[in-house]
């Protein structure tokens, strides 16, 4: 007898594999440097499940690929007390709700509210900043949308982020009142974490820091078990007249944003020469508060940068938090020098992308889609920066002022940021009493699950899981309970209605459906049975799923067929829309129950044979394209039977319709992937611009990178005319700079030729 593998391998592993195969929540944890990013993002694209990404703020969103909590859940900016009544009132600027007064914030519209209550799988990112009054308030409103009273409306929740930073901000007049109802102001503290604690599960091995000394300073920093011997280490590093600004590479971290400010201002201002003023490209819905970096960049030769993001391409020039020194600027370019490195490289722009989520219908797949970009240099002065604004940022030096730390965790956060001790400086010694985390958190760290807890865990919450999903999948009463709704209204139409007329067609189809809700209830308590902890017998399982699938699916889909084949036929008629529009809400429902047969087969088949349960293993183009394929049929069928019909109006409505032959969703593409798909295709790079709504020198810098890592040819871009001038004029080398060479090749040759040529030569 087969039985589900539950054997634990790495904690990312194990943590990809429990959210595929359970619906527990999860708090995924981990020191600084550990892959937490690195594995959420490798979630996003590899899970089965309907998923959103959400944060609690704009940037952390931003970089996380999702929303923020406050837009995805459309609720306003006020403190939650999780009771019913009236808020109490205690000032204009602060504000409270209640249960019953967020309520009547519930005015999403159709299309929002289908989401939630398709949505599987909710992402909570940079969690150690969601105070428990807003998580609360998050799961009060998915029980209330999705109609379902268990924690979080039934939606699986997986919490990402490391408590040892950024806490949650609470004013002073909202503590009053919150510390009625919360022992605390973290997520761990809201109400529906003791109803339902997440699984704990901590990222261990350290990716950023190899040094033992450093790593067992950073473990008892974290775990306020920091010892004077650990003080001492520290503290021969330093250096109290140690000026950053005069040693290559160093960034000084501080704990508040003026300070850094004033540090990056006045080692600007004291470089020679005139300032160079780079402006972001903003397209469509892009908002101020998410900008990831000030619109305007104002740099000098000499500045010493540092980069925001990783390097996208093979050559992983840099990373976040790489520092480098500017050697060159122009209006359409930036070089930069790794001085250890001896190396200068021109910096590409970056396409940030600002997403919102949406369901597709005919699949019912929630998917990203990109309402605005912001495109830019990913640069920022680094002179200094905050403590806050370094989280995820890695620096090889780095000076400390940890003399007014003003949150518990900021020395943690800040010395971890860096590589190792060597390229530590401290601004003045530190002391015991500065370094504490806070003691809620430490304590709750204690809940971390160890092997034995995690292999049951993973054991108890497949089979909970199977059990849950596979009876919700033969449960299909309130679809058949909706079509009878209907019943009555053709028995009453009026003779010469449409209804009317087609009243034996419709009592067949009602017939066809009844007759599978005594065996569906049947099969639904066959299952619980199948599926009990300690008793789970996979090939049982799968037999008995293959045996009723082909039953019910027999039964189903010739119902679906019609209702197609009555809709498209009604499209040659007048005075039909209502009719049309009922008959169109029960495909839907009838598409969405066998869609779920047949998504919950896969689930089946792919346990069954040892696979994992992934996006790629559990869609496929044959359930996502279900819908258009069947159309199509239908279609055919009718051409076949009334070859004069003519055309036939699809009554697909558009949030339905969709190309006839859509590609696999596939994990997200880089940005050069998506200009390289469109200019594979022939469009041109005016076109490729138009439809990713980017200027045509961002396309072009896209092409230029094609070149440079051999997707593309030059000739390719340019015609052979244009190169011939540009070998002309420059040869195989370019010396210099881009702003000479574009001199020496003149008008004949755009600055956008000219990078591209540019970057041939770098293959």
């Excluded at 066998?594 to 088949?605: N, T």
């Excluded at 019909?645 to 339905?656: A, M, R, Y």
Aim: aromatic share 8%.
């Amino acid at each position: 007898m087969k039985q589900i593998t539950t054997d634990i391998q790495s904690p990312a592993d194990f943590t990809e594999r429990f959210i595929n195969q359970t619906n527990h929540p999860v708090f995924l944890t981990g020191k600084a440097g550990t892959g937490k990013t690195t594995l959420l993002k490798k979630i996003i694209d590899s899970t089965h499940k309907n998923t959103v990404v959400v944060a609690p703020t704009g940037i952390a969103a931003l970089n996380a690929g999702g929303v923020t909590i406050h837009s995805f859940f459309q609720m306003p900016f006020a403190a939650f007390i999780p009771e019913l009544g009236q808020p109490p009132f205690v000032g204009q600027r602060t504000q409270f709700n209640t249960k019953t007064t967020l309520q009547q914030h519930f005015n999403m519209n159709k299309k929002k509210r289908s989401i939630f209550l398709k949505l599987e799988l909710l992402i909570i990112d940079e969690v150690s900043m969601l105070r428990s009054d807003l998580l609360d308030a998050m799961d009060f409103m998915l029980r209330k949308i999705r109609r379902n009273d268990t924690p979080y409306g039934g939606v699986q929740v997986l919490f990402i982020g490391d408590l040892m930073q950024l806490p949650p901000i609470v004013k002073r007049e909202e503590k009053a009142e919150l510390d009625k109802y919360y022992k605390g102001s973290f997520f761990f503290h809201a109400k529906v974490i003791q109803e339902y604690p997440p699984l704990y599960i901590e990222l261990e091995k350290i990716y950023r820091q190899n040094d033992p000394d450093f790593i067992e300073v950073l473990n008892n920093l974290r775990n306020n078990h920091i010892s004077p011997e650990n003080v001492e280490l520290l503290n021969q590093y330093v250096k109290p007249n140690f000026d950053a600004t005069e040693h290559e590479g160093f960034i000084t971290l501080t704990t508040h944003n003026a300070k850094a400010d004033e540090i990056n201002d006045k080692a600007l201002r004291a470089l020679p020469g005139k300032t160079t003023k780079y402006d972001a490209v903003v397209t469509k819905k892009f908002p101020e508060y998410i900008y990831p970096i000030p619109k305007t960049m104002e740099l000098k030769v000499g500045a010493q940068v540092m980069f925001i993001k990783n390097d996208m391409s093979h050559e992983k020039r840099y990373y976040n938090g790489k520092i480098g020194r500017v050697t060159a600027l122009y209006p359409d370019e930036i070089k930069v020098l790794f001085p250890d490195e001896n190396l200068t490289i021109s910096v590409e722009q970056y396409e940030w992308e600002n997403v919102k989520f949406s369901l597709d219908p005919k699949s019912g797949e929630i998917k990203e889609e990109v309402v605005g970009t912001f495109v830019h240099f990913p640069l920022k002065l680094a002179w200094a920066i905050t403590v806050h604004k370094s989280q995820g940022l890695t620096f090889e030096k780095a000076v400390l002022d940890l003399s007014k730390v003003f949150a518990p965790g900021q020395a943690y956060v800040g010395l971890s940021r860096l590589v190792s001790l060597k390229g530590l400086v401290l601004t003045s010694p530190i002391q015991l009493n500065g370094l504490r985390n806070d003691q809620h958190v430490v304590n709750y760290a204690k809940n971390k699950a160890d092997r034995d807890l995690l292999s049951r865990k993973l054991e108890l919450g497949t089979i909970t899981y199977l059990q849950n999903r596979l009876t919700k999948t033969f449960n299909w009463d309130a679809m058949v309970s909706r079509w009878l709704s209907l019943e009555a209204a053709h028995k009453t139409a009026g003779p010469r209605s449409e209804m009317a007329k087609n009243k034996v067609w419709f009592e067949e189809q009602i017939n066809a459906l009844m007759g599978t809700l005594e065996p569906s209830k049947k099969f639904r308590s066959q299952l619980i049975r199948i599926c009990q902890p300690d008793n789970l017998d996979i090939d049982l399982l799968y037999e008995r799923y293959e045996a009723a699938y082909n039953y019910f699916i027999k039964i189903l889909e010739p119902v679906f067929r019609s209702n197609i084949k009555k809709l498209l036929l009604l499209g040659k008629k007048s005075n039909v829309k209502q009719y049309v529009e009922d008959l169109g809400e029960l495909d839907d429902l009838l598409t969405e129950t066998i869609l779920e047969l047949k998504k919950s087969r896969k689930l089946i088949q792919n346990l069954y044979n040892g696979k994992e349960l992934s996006k790629e293993n559990v869609w496929d183009d044959q359930i996502r394209n279900f819908k258009i394929a069947k159309v199509q049929v239908v279609k055919n069928e009718i051409m076949r039977e009334n070859p004069m019909i003519g055309e036939l109006q699809d009554f697909v409505s558009e949030k339905t319709a969709a190309k006839k032959k859509e590609k696999s969703k596939k994990p997200k593409v880089s940005t050069f992937e998506k200009t390289l798909e469109l200019f594979e295709k022939g469009n041109t790079v005016q076109e490729i611009a138009d439809a990713r709504v980017l200027k045509e020198e961002t396309i072009y810098n896209h092409l230029g990178r094609l070149i440079k890592d051999e997707k593309i040819e030059l000739d390719e871009v340019l015609d052979q005319e244009k190169i011939a001038i540009l070998k002309d004029k420059l040869g195989d080398e370019i010396e210099g700079s881009l702003t000479e060479a574009k001199a020496a090749v003149g008008k004949a040759i755009t600055w956008n030729e000219l990078k591209v040529y540019h970057n041939s030569l770098l293959k």
